[in-house]
């Protein structure tokens, strides 16, 4: 086999054990003593999975000849059967070798390439190891904790970086500065159920406001909750939207209204709506002096600002024409942070945000 040794090692501990393959070995001198009785100077382990491939673990008790790595322990990992893969195949991967620690109860994690130079392996270059990953007189030694009793505990971690990642692409920022103005009169009258405005087009997109005029959830009776909602439109090709919007209730009597900026990701063909399930309190809104409340009327405006469009679309991948425009969008509204779609990674679902959420900001 072609030799492959990286020198350029990261170390460090953990207690959760690997995650592809472990070998345990009760008696690591009689292992050692049938190894160079066989003539050979390495163990091989059984085939095992990880990132999609077979793969097998080799352990040099006493250090790779072909390194001149005598009084080591030398660690090695082998991809198996390649035949299927394409002539100028190459997987970069981040390798790991682990030795059990039995008096600290904790692996040691020998990281191939260092966190920033992660090797790879390709048709001329099927195995990676370590020469030097332990010298003997440390590892023999019973108070380093990795030879206890003749017992020690090899293993590794093989995770291939596939660039199958999830990208969205911000290169569409509209200046839309449109104002839509929704009348209410009776307010005292319209109950505790949901009222929808009329739909209103900006931007090429349609869309309505969704006021609680008692409150929703757990605001129900104390606050005013208003909320912007995308309508659904087959038209719509983007997968997403991130739209910087005001929404308020003037002041009749003068110009201090009560209003929140916001910079929110709409998802077309979703049914969520975003807003505040807090806008306004009802004793507030009620109290005729304030000017928000005349002759039982309320007047409701959302002006939408500006818009930029997703059209893109090994795990998330952001992309943006214009930092400047989306840090100037963000910074018109109250969140002041971008939160990405939903991507999968792991098996799991994730979001990418960085920020501080507004505490009283919801969605329905």
């Known amino acids: 086999m072609a030799n492959n040794i990286v020198q350029n090692v ?21 292992l050692t003593t049938m190894l160079l009785k066989g003539g050979l100077h390495y163990f091989k382990s059984k085939s095992f999975d990880a990132s999609g491939y077979k793969w097998n673990f080799l352990v040099y008790p006493s250090g790779d000849l072909k390194t001149n ?12 059967d390649t035949t299927s893969l394409p002539k100028s195949w190459a997987k970069y991967a981040d390798l790991k070798f682990f030795i059990y620690d039995q008096v600290r109860q904790k692996y040691s994690i020998f990281q191939v390439g260092g966190a920033s130079n992660l090797p790879d392996f390709h048709s001329l270059k099927t195995e990676l190891g370590i020469s030097n990953l332990v010298s003997r007189a440390v590892f023999d030694d019973a108070a380093n904790g990795y030879l206890v009793d003749d017992k020690c505990v090899f293993g590794v971690e093989v995770f291939l970086l596939d660039s199958k990642f999830a990208e969205e692409r911000f ?18 009258k319209l109950g505790s159920e949901v009222h929808n405005s009329y739909e209103f087009p900006a931007a090429s997109f349609k869309w309505l406001l969704s006021l609680y005029p008692l409150g929703n959830g757990k605001s129900r009776g104390k606050h ?4 912007l909602k995308l309508l659904v439109d087959e038209k719509i090709t983007c997968p997403k939207l991130l739209v910087h919007f005001i929404l308020r209730v003037r002041n009749q009597k003068s110009e201090k209204h009560r209003e929140y900026p916001c910079c929110y ?20 809104l009620r109290n005729l002096s304030n000017g928000f409340m005349v002759d ?69």
């Open 10 to 30: 990261n170390k460090w501990e953990r207690e959760i054990a690997p995650s592809h393959y472990m070998l345990r070995v009760d008696s690591f001198s009689k």
């Open 69 to 80: 790595s005598m009084g080591h322990i030398s660690v090695l990992v082998c991809i198996e």
């Open 171 to 188: 290169n569409m920022f509209v200046e839309v500065d449109k104002t839509f103005t929704w009348k209410i009169s009776n307010y005292s």
């Open 224 to 227: 005013l909750s208003l909320f």
């Open 265 to 284: 990701s709409f998802v077309p063909g979703s049914s969520e709506s975003w807003g505040w399930p807090t806008f306004m309190r009802l004793n507030e």
């Open 296 to 364: 039982d009327c309320i007047i409701i405006e959302a002006y939408l600002v500006s818009w930029v469009r997703d059209i893109a679309p090994s795990h998330y991948v952001l992309r943006i024409e214009s930092f400047s425009n989306l840090t100037n969008m963000l910074s018109g509204g109250e969140t002041q942070y971008f939160q990405s779609k939903v991507f999968e990674a792991s098996g799991y679902k994730w979001i990418f945000y960085q920020g501080r959420p507004i505490k009283n900001m919801n969605t329905v």
